[in-house]
């Protein structure tokens, strides 16, 4: 008996977890981008350690993007051949001795960024050619209609499922971006992954120090 109880309980929670789901991407379906009348810099930030195998392909896809106003940065923790392959794709690099972490890595990319926007990028993500003109046309669409914006995402998935480990990487990562719809239907998110996200600059400052830099740790992003 106690079995069935419980089937019955996981059915209906995976069933109000479906509808929460489906409810946010009907409601997300019907919101129409904005347009942007201008182009506003964009700072790409990406953090990078040992990335040699992987940089050529995520800086190929950002310089590949359709909006055009952008820059990219590239923090290296490494000292194999990632830095000169960011150079030599027109990158501007800083180079740190030690591995300082991804946090950090932002904080020093964001200190000379010149973006009114900010776009955090792991070194092995590709994007779309639309990917940031889109994030951006959500961004400020969200802004026009009074939304206090923190941080906009796109979906994702892993390229790579040819084995177990890689397959079980992509169920864990749609997961994770179902859970995120079920928390907007509240009006909050509590986590957001960092491997592509865009934030205004301001994001990035204490509302009670506006001069400090806010200091970031992976995987610690949280929005009201």
């Keep these: 008996m106690l079995w069935v109880i419980a089937f ?3 059915m209906a929670v995976t069933l109000g977890f479906k509808g929460l789901s489906y409810r946010f991407d009907n409601l997300t379906s019907s919101r129409k981008l904005a347009k942007l009348s201008s182009y506003p810099l ?17 800086l190929e896809s950002v310089m590949k993007s359709d909006y055009p106003n952008k820059e990219v940065i590239v923090v290296d923790d490494s000292d194999d051949g990632t830095a000169a392959i960011a150079k030599g794709m027109g990158a501007t690099v800083l180079q740190n001795n030690t591995r300082q972490g991804k946090g950090a890595a932002i904080n020093k990319a964001a200190a000379i960024a010149n ?3 900010i776009l955090v990028l792991d070194s092995d993500t590709v994007m779309y050619r639309n990917t940031l003109s889109t994030l951006m046309r959500s961004y400020v669409k969200y802004d026009m209609e009074g939304e206090n914006v ?3 995402a796109p979906m994702y998935s892993a390229s790579n499922r040819k084995n177990f480990i890689a397959r079980l990487s992509d169920m864990e990562q749609k997961l994770h971006q179902s859970l995120m719809k079920i928390q907007m ?4 998110i509590l986590s957001i992954r960092g491997s592509c996200m865009l934030m205004s600059r ?11 830099p806010l200091y970031i740790s992976y995987a610690v992003f949280c929005l009201k």
């Design 42 to 58: 964009v700072s790409v930030i990406i953090p990078t350690y040992k990335s040699e195998k992987v940089i050529g392909k995520t």
């Design 185 to 188: 239907n509240l009006g909050s």
């Design 8 to 10: 019955i309980l996981l």
């Design 115 to 117: 973006g009114e926007y």
């Design 202 to 212: 301001l994001s990035l400052i204490h509302i009670s120090e506006p001069t400090r």
């Design 150 to 152: 923190g941080i906009v």
